[in-house]
């Protein structure tokens, strides 16, 4: 909005010339959706807690988990609210991809904020069935890789798989990219929501892989320096940046009131949306391979869950204490600070082994 609204000045006053700049809009994005996260997160927190919506605790968890009983949930919202308010705000507005981001985070947050709220309307830890929440999943992430394709304005070659660490390597998958683009949205969403079980661990994670995101989609838009790296140059994705950006901006903001211990937790309305957002990002750059390496985190503790399922329905044996990961170093004593600030140290070693592909060609 700043943009159509400040940058036209420039012909009469130059200093508005700034707004032409993505990293400026980046850094304002970052800053709005930080502070609107500060200033808004104490009132959030005591409507939350006014409106009696409480974390229920599952009583197969850890029993120290039992403590964060009643602490408020939901603020997903609040993490929701400053990404889409900053994007809005600093964006070009004509840019497709930031419609495509901002919508297809706000879907998979209204998937999540359905969840939360039939488990507090319910009083128990059981929001959307297994089924209903990934068919809700799917049908998003589908309509979503039609309109990449099929909207007007669509890139000819969007549906290229580009693999990284190699200069010309890349299959056109015609429509199978939408089975794809599924795939990658509804795993990506679950790998984030099944992360977030301690305080303070998904949104760390969230705030390093939108700040490494940022740094690809600012290069994917940028002819010169795509052309210099030998990666995959996508008109206009330059502005996704000023979106990453917020959502970094918003996770630290987050992040002040989610630390251990927690004052309020994100929720399905934040873990879905959050996951939405990073896996639509890295499909829009020509990342998605590059995400398994960026989210590895994720990655690693959604493995964790499927190889301890595996394992117990065919040996009756378990791999781990407990599924996800984070809860077998629990059982085995380390303190919950130290496995969230570890967990985040390894996501930053994923982070830049990504950045680190865009020179190894």
Known sequence: MLYHLLFPLSEHWAVFNVFRYITFRAAGATLTALLLSLLLGPWFIRTLRRLSVGQKILDVGPERHQVKAGTPTMGGLLILFALVASTLLWANLTNRYTWLVVGITTAYGAIGFTDDFLKVRNDRNLGLTARAKFLLQASAAGVAGYCVLALPGADPE????????????????????????????????????????????????????????????????????????????????????????????????????????????????????????????????????????????????????????????????????????????????????????????????????????????
């Open 158 to 361: 969007a549906t290229r798989l580009v693999f990284p660490f190699f200069k010309h390597l890349a299959v056109d998958l015609g429509w199978i990219y939408v089975p794809l683009f599924m795939f990658i949205l509804v795993g990506c969403s679950n790998a984030v929501n099944l992360t977030d079980g301690l305080d303070g661990l998904a949104i760390g994670a969230t705030l390093i892989a939108a700040v490494t995101y940022a740094i690809f989609t600012y290069v994917a838009g940028n002819a010169v320096v795509a052309n210099y790296l030998q990666i995959s140059f996508v008109p206009g994705m330059g502005e996704v940046a000023i979106f990453c950006a917020a959502l970094g901006g918003a996770s630290l903001g987050f992040l002040w009131f989610n630390a251990h211990p927690a004052e309020v937790f994100m929720g399905d309305v934040g873990s879905l949306a959050i996951g939405g957002a990073i896996g639509s990002v890295a499909i829009l750059a020509k990342q998605e391979i590059l995400l398994a390496i960026v989210g590895g985190l994720f990655v690693m503790e959604a493995l964790s869950v499927i190889a301890q399922v595996t394992s117990f329905k065919l040996t009756g044996k378990r791999i781990f204490r407990m599924a996800p990961i984070h809860h077998h170093f629990e059982l085995l004593g380390w303190a919950e600070t130290k496995i969230v600030v570890r967990f985040w140290i390894l996501a930053l070693i994923f982070a830049l082994i990504g950045l680190a592909s865009l020179k190894l060609r």
